[in-house]
């Protein structure tokens, strides 16, 4: 565990933050993750206050087992509004369709169940990692059926920004700019582009994204999950 | 999880000779829907011994399936969506689960894209197989459907969680106004109800017994999350927010 590893292509160790209030737990879950999942540090707090001040600097979030159900949502609540792109892998989560679906809306980017293994818990932690997750078989109907009822409550939801991706580097470009809510004639001069093709591009842009008003346009933009704008 | 399922499973196991209580054995009735007929031929083979399949009926088109009435006659749909036109096997898959809610479905032939296969959990698909597969794998993940299980690809399963987090509200900037409550802390709540009465930062914290940088990071956040520039908006906001009890009394 104490090879330098900086050669050439080879990936930085993830930093892995562990929340975990009963100390022995934690104790024992942190010298698993150490020997086990390749994470450099590992690092453990037992107060959520302490924990969350540090979220900032880890790329992987990992909540103890003996958090609450409701102890565990708030944590990785949290931490995601801390650091929206930490990944946070609630770990100790019941067997109940409840309790699945909650930590899954919560954010969180893993899950282990109270009677999975700790190999299974690694590879969890370790798919998280690698932007990657894995979903025990039993409990994954669960979260399809979720997201299908998800999508019928939100029709408009775009999840994948389609209708962004179907716009022109240029036409995105302005989109940017309507965003910010510059003008017409500011993101004329801006793109050194005269008004009315700026005004062509605008029309396109409404167009494309089924908007009525560049309010609605810019909302659009807001509204696209991280990743893709 | 949508009602019918438990019955199939139940229905299942007593046809595996779990228990043997003949009178009530229900054998799984599949649909297939596709234009390959060596693909039925060759599922018709594989799932020929399986006691617990009692037949398997083929179709050519999303509209032949459409027409068929599913529910009560059968138990699964399996659609080849490489044979049937995209937009079709995608819309065939909404429709199904959206009519027949009791069916389970299972795409097969899917794109390799992650995005697409999400398309079609989105529509309602129980089960998934990307790419060509044998019969024997379409086989095996029906019966593993059956069972109430999936197994999830590890970029699937990701992005099935971030989508499920993005459309109810707590991942990204996108909020549904439904989505804010749930997704503030305890803190977040009790700073926008300070807000909502018209404390300042400086007040807030001596209310609280916390420093003001603190409260400045928490009403930056509470901004955030309801997608607002200012504490005027935040606070009218605040009534729908808080709508579940106030904290602070």
């Not at chain 1, 995105?172 to 003008?183: A, D, F, N, P, S």
């Not at chain 2, 080849?80 to 995608?90: G, K």
């Amino acid at each position: 565990m104490d090879d330098h590893r900086d050669g050439a292509g080879q990936d930085q160790p993830k930093r892995l933050l562990l929340f975990e209030p009963t100390q022995l737990i934690g104790t024992l879950w942190q010298h698993l993750l150490v020997e086990e999942a390749g994470f450099d540090p590992v690092q453990l707090y037992t107060d959520p206050e302490r924990a969350l001040q540090e979220v900032g600097s880890y790329d992987v979030v990992v909540t103890g087992p003996s958090l609450t159900q409701d102890q565990a949502l708030e944590f990785t609540r949290a931490a995601i509004l801390s650091r929206p792109e930490v990944r946070v892998v609630v770990s100790g989560v019941p067997r109940s369709e409840t309790a699945v679906v909650q930590v899954a809306e919560a954010g969180a980017a893993g899950l282990v169940l109270r009677e999975q293994t700790a190999e299974q818990a690694l590879k969890a932690i370790r798919a998280a990692g690698e932007g990657e997750a894995q979903i025990a078989p039993e409990v994954a109907p669960l979260l399809m059926d979720r997201l299908a009822e998800l999508k019928v409550s939100v029709p408009d939801a775009d999840t994948v920004g389609r209708r962004f991706l179907e716009l022109t580097p240029r036409e995105r470009e302005v989109l940017e700019l309507i965003g910010r809510g510059l003008t017409n004639q500011q993101i004329a001069e801006r793109l050194v582009l005269e008004l009315g093709t700026v005004k062509n591009h605008v029309h396109r842009v409404l167009e494309k994204l089924n908007k009525r008003s560049r309010l609605e346009a810019a909302g659009y933009l807001r509204s696209l999950p991280p990743g893709i704008a | 999880m949508r009602s019918g399922w438990g019955i199939y499973t139940v229905n299942y196991r007593f046809a595996s000779g779990i228990l043997v209580q003949a009178e009530e054995a229900r054998l799984i009735n599949l649909l297939l829907v596709d234009r390959d007929v060596q693909v039925y031929q060759g599922l018709l083979t594989d799932l020929h011994n399986d006691p617990d399949i009692a037949a398997i009926q083929p179709c050519e088109t999303a509209q032949e399936a459409l027409e068929r009435s599913l529910e009560g006659t059968f138990d699964a749909v399996l659609i080849n969506a490489a044979t049937l036109l995209e937009p079709q096997a995608l819309s065939l898959t909404r429709e199904v689960s959206r009519l027949h809610p009791g069916v389970r479905v299972l795409v097969f032939g899917l794109p390799s894209a992650k995005e697409q296969v999400l398309d079609y959990i989105e529509a309602g698909a129980d089960a998934y197989l990307r790419g060509t597969q044998s019969v024997q794998a379409i086989g095996r993940c029906l019966r593993q459907m059956l069972r109430g299980e999936v197994s999830l690809c590890p970029d699937v399963a990701a992005g099935l969680l971030s989508r499920i987090a993005w459309l109810a509200g707590n991942r990204g900037t996108a909020t549904t106004n439904n989505g804010t409550p749930a997704a503030l802390s305890p803190r977040q709540r009790e700073v926008l109800a300070l807000l909502q009465r018209g404390l300042s930062n400086a007040q807030i914290a001596v209310q609280l017994s916390i420093e003001v940088g603190t409260v400045k990071n928490h009403v930056h956040n509470v901004l955030t999350k309801l997608q607002t520039g200012s504490r005027q908006e935040a606070a009218k906001l605040a009534v729908g927010a808080l709508g579940n009890g106030d904290p602070v009394d």
